[in-house]
């Protein structure tokens, strides 16, 4: 079995703007299917956007021993170098059973240029 992917997204007070990053995790979930894909928020979670930690909460729940997490970001900034590293050594801390990758940020790839 693969291990579950946790894509951590920003987060927005907009709906619409809320609504797309769950739409890519979607897409996410299509494009591979029998992986477990759970996404996150790092900023304004709510009921239809849960908090990253949620996201591991739901890959411990499903008894995973491994994860790889993704921050959905484009630029490597401060929530990419900072943020996004603290949210994963929190999820390291509450599930100490649990193996979390950090996977490298998106990130601008040549074919969105």
């Not at 943020?83 to 990758?101: L, S």
Request: with cysteine; proline share 9%.
């Amino acid at each position: 079995m693969n291990s579950p992917l946790v894509l951590m997204g920003h987060g927005s007070q907009d709906p619409e703007g809320a609504g797309e990053f769950f739409e890519l995790a979607e897409a996410v979930r299509q494009a591979l299917p029998g992986r477990q894909v759970e996404a996150g928020v790092l900023e304004f979670p709510s009921g239809e956007a849960p908090a990253i930690e949620e996201a591991f909460g739901r890959c411990v729940a499903a008894g995973a021993t491994t994860v790889q997490a993704v921050p959905v970001l484009l630029s490597m900034a401060g929530h990419a170098r900072q943020d996004m590293p603290h949210q994963v050594a929190e999820a390291r801390r509450r599930h100490p059973g649990m193996a979390i990758e950090l996977c490298p940020g998106l990130g601008i790839h040549p074919l969105l240029l």
